[in-house]
């Protein structure tokens, strides 16, 4: 019997009843045998970046965002675009990964959640570039669009489209099957 792999799930947004945090609530509630979720629940937590406080000892939020990823075989984001880039809190995230290695050679993809054609493509531009800074490994098959209309989601903040759930199940099972490769 082989072991779960632990995929970490990070939304990129604040806002509660967020299309990329509706994924992220989604993956966690169909993960496929052989996968264990983890959602990141700490975006807003996080202090400001700043590398003068980017060493020992690091704040506890970073501690904690670092301890997710450490512990996790894979990362899976959804992520928005707020004015044509990543949204502000979400890059602090991504700027608190930078000093650290947890991400190093890791395998991580994302779920564009935009309902728009071409909608988030410079977000995501942006976020495999600073990815590309930590070292991870971005696995490109398992990074796809899935359109998500407000009417997919249901009161419970959970994705209902049959079609988007099983992409969504799809990417987790691709990234859960490259953390197992990294870690062999």
């Not at 992520?79 to 991504?94: C, D, H, R």
């Not at 564009?112 to 590309?132: Q, Y």
Request: proline share 7%; aromatic share 4%; glycine share 10%.
């Amino acid at each position: 019997m082989t072991a779960n792999r632990r995929v970490l799930l990070i939304s990129g947004s604040l806002r509660a009843e967020s299309t990329n945090s509706a994924v992220v609530r989604t993956a966690q509630a169909i993960a496929p045998d052989g996968v264990d979720p983890v959602v990141f629940a700490g975006l807003g937590a996080l202090p400001h970046f700043n590398p003068d406080d980017d060493r020992e000892p690091l704040p506890p939020a970073v501690l904690e965002l670092r301890a997710a990823i450490e512990a996790a075989d894979a990362v899976l984001f959804s992520t928005p675009e707020y004015a044509g880039a990543l949204p502000g809190s979400f890059k602090n995230l991504l700027d608190w990964t930078v000093g650290g290695v947890e991400t190093s050679e890791k395998p991580v993809a994302w779920i564009n959640a935009s309902a728009n054609p071409g909608g988030a493509a410079k977000a995501h531009e942006s976020l495999r570039t600073v990815l590309g800074y930590t070292g991870a490994e971005v696995v490109d098959s398992a990074c796809v669009r899935l359109g998500v209309t407000r009417d997919a989601i249901d009161g419970n903040g959970l994705i209902t489209d049959p079609a988007i759930r099983e992409g969504i199940a799809a990417v987790l099972t691709t990234l859960a099957e490259a953390g197992r490769l990294a870690r062999a």
